[in-house]
């Protein structure tokens, strides 16, 4: 929304009136003066007019890691979820930047920013996510080449994205996917005849998890992470 419309929105000032506020510097936008009644403004942007505070709601953005045993959602009659995790003011305004398995550990993304988030979640946006995977039976060098070429999902009737698969022990490999379909990393590995045993995910995107941080533990992203996904 513009920032001139925001303020006659209001209904305090006249058209005129608002005018004459912007161009005599009465207007901070961020804590900082802003004299263009076309500047762009969101839901997170601080609007001050005079001493008046207009708008001010805080962006919030965490990385958490995962436990077993927590669902990937908001709210659950049955099961803990990741939200009861989160010791924030804003938590139930939190949503997941990409869920994982309740079986499964490893990086989750919050944010009540819903922009921000869709830039992660977006497949069109191909952005990587890499996942250490146990296997119940030895992962053949042949998967490589066919994780490479993409696997067929006949339900969806698609190939997935070439994945990159890097072997580290006979039942333990990374996977780098920039997909998130259901159960993607677990169907591709039952499609060569294999079966996931344990999830963990490492990372997304540029974010990797901290080894700092506790499992059931969350942390803020600083502001060259959130940034990195700015639209």
Do not use: C
Not at 38 to 50: A, T, V, W
Not at 94 to 99: N, P, S
Not at 153 to 178: C, G, N, S, V
Not at 187 to 192: C, D, E, N, S, T
């Amino acid at each position: 929304m513009r920032l001139d419309r925001f303020l006659i929105r209001r209904g305090t000032h006249s058209t005129k009136e608002i005018t004459y506020l912007l161009a005599d510097g009465q207007v901070k936008v961020d804590d900082r003066i802003e004299t263009n009644g076309l500047q762009s403004i969101h839901r997170f942007s601080k609007i001050q007019l005079g001493e008046e505070l207009l708008q001010e709601y805080e962006a919030v953005y965490l990385m958490l890691h995962k436990p077993a045993g927590y669902l990937s959602a908001t709210t659950d009659p049955q099961h803990p979820t990741v939200i009861d995790l989160i010791d924030h003011p804003l938590r139930h305004e939190l949503h997941l930047a990409g869920r994982l398995d309740r079986a499964s550990t490893g990086m989750i993304l919050l944010t009540n920013d819903g922009k921000w988030s869709k830039r992660i979640t977006e497949p069109a946006e191909k952005i990587s996510k890499t996942y250490h995977v146990t296997t119940r039976d030895p992962i053949s060098h042949e998967t490589v080449g066919i994780f490479a070429n993409g696997i067929y999902f006949a339900y969806e009737d698609l190939t997935t994205q070439p994945a990159l698969l890097d072997i580290l022990a006979p039942h333990e490999a990374l996977l780098t996917i920039q997909e998130g379909r259901y159960h993607q990393v677990k169907r591709m590995f039952h499609a060569v005849g294999n079966q996931v045993l344990s999830l963990h995910r490492k990372s997304i995107g540029p974010f990797v998890l901290d080894d700092s941080l506790p499992v059931g533990k969350f942390r803020h992203l600083n502001k060259a992470e959130v940034n990195f996904f700015r639209a």
